[in-house]
């Protein structure tokens, strides 16, 4: 994938016996099928117990803090006690078309721009679904959807189909795409095979000179599913291609984490989302297994797409347990009885949780709040630009009311 790093997102297994002739190079036999034309082909993935996360000698450092990875810890045991069926692709554009088509559901509420630097990274109006900015084929995964709008798709499914479809638990995904095996990558370690497996960044990128090519995967972008090999469980593409919701509110680590399998989420503060795999444009030390990065629910990219999950025997209790919070979902009002209110109303309500949380993200002095409100934040799709809609005076009032609320004096 030709992409430059900055131009990228982010960047012992215990089975039961079920799991037990699991090899990363033989897929296990598996029945794979669909419950309607236009439906997802489905897998079914077998209850077990694993290790989710890396231990700490396994992580790679934050090319920040350069320091392991602390969102992979600690590392845990999770049962997933029933079976559950998985997409074996990602939800591809026809599929998603004929979601679209038969229910008239309005996905085009723009999407994030992600070339030309950190400066640049903005939503585009006329971008979405159908154009994500460049030219896609009905077999490649859809991109610049949001979580709602795979949550939508999921519901269309379930009427659809009479079964309960979801979006997986960060658990049941990671689960399926270790597929048995307990290191970062379904294949192995040896990085000189990895674009038989993944459709990741394999290309030199200029000014690097310690940028390594282990191998070519074949592609400038997006790969159709299916194009590369499998991992046990006949999941395609869990490591690279897009970057997949998961139903989890997003948190910092794993302290505190459910361990029996089922989506991880708050009764409040739950606009920021997990997404996992990594995608095309990251480069294959950070796209692996266990990487993971929280994005607002109504975030989309044109390297952000879905796979669909659906129910098996007991397993319904993900999509409910999500649907329930769905209808209560608290929020903190932010005051809007001033000019500044109003204006972080109009462009950055949507984007913030309540008053207490992630504090000093970006820094929390005056000049820093103004400049990232300006020219947009790291994380690309919970800050973008605003310098070319709002006058100095009002970025300043912004910063402003921004810190008087959150208490950053």
Request: charged fraction near 20%; include cysteine.
């Amino acid at each position: 994938m030709v992409i430059s790093k900055q131009a990228g997102i982010l960047q012992f297994i215990v089975v039961t016996s079920s799991l037990l002739a699991v090899g990363c190079s033989k897929p296990m036999e598996e029945t794979a099928s669909r419950d309607c034309p236009d439906c997802p082909l489905m897998i079914v993935i077998p209850a077990g117990t694993f290790m989710m996360g890396t231990a700490v000698e396994e992580r790679v450092a934050d090319p920040v803090s350069g320091k392991p990875n602390a969102n992979e810890e600690p590392q845990h045991a999770v049962t997933i006690a029933e079976p559950f069926a998985l997409g074996k692709y990602e939800v591809t554009v026809a599929q998603f078309r004929s979601f679209i088509e038969d229910t008239g559901y309005d996905a085009s509420a723009g999407c994030f721009v992600l070339g030309g630097g950190p400066n640049s990274m903005r939503v585009n109006p006329d971008y979405d679904w159908s154009n994500p900015g460049f030219e896609q084929a009905d077999d490649e995964p859809v991109v610049c959807v949001s979580l709602e709008h795979a949550t939508a798709y999921t519901q269309w499914l379930s009427g659809k189909t009479g079964k309960n479809y979801y979006i997986p638990s960060e658990a049941q995904w990671e689960y399926a795409a270790k597929a048995g095996t307990s290191g970062r990558y379904f294949w192995g370690e040896d990085d000189a095979v990895a674009c038989d497996y993944a459709n990741v960044n394999f290309r030199a990128i200029e000014g690097d000179p310690n940028w390594t090519l282990p191998c070519d995967d074949g592609y400038d972008g997006l790969a159709p599913v299916g194009s590369f090999l499998p991992n046990a469980f006949g999941m395609h593409d869990p490591i690279g291609n897009a970057w997949e919701w998961v139903t989890d509110c997003s948190h910092k680590n794993y302290n505190g984490a459910p361990a029996d399998g089922s989506a991880w989420i708050d009764e409040e503060n739950c606009l920021f989302r997990i997404i996992r795999g990594g995608g095309a444009g990251n480069d294959l030390a950070r796209t692996t297994n266990v990487v993971r990065a929280g994005r607002p629910k109504t975030g989309t990219a044109p390297n952000l797409g879905f796979r669909a999950a659906r129910a098996v025997g007991q397993g319904a209790a993900v999509q409910q347990a999500a649907a329930t919070y769905e209808a209560t979902q608290a929020t903190t009002a932010w005051p809007v009885n001033s000019e500044a209110g109003k204006l972080f109303a109009e462009n950055c309500a949507a984007c913030h949780q309540d008053a207490s949380s992630y504090k000093g993200v970006y820094g929390t002095d005056f000049a820093t709040i103004s400049r990232i409100i300006k020219e947009g934040g790291n994380n690309i799709m919970s800050m973008p630009a605003f310098g070319d809609q709002l006058s100095d005076a009002q970025i300043g009032a912004l910063a402003t009311y921004l810190r008087e609320q959150k208490g950053w004096d």
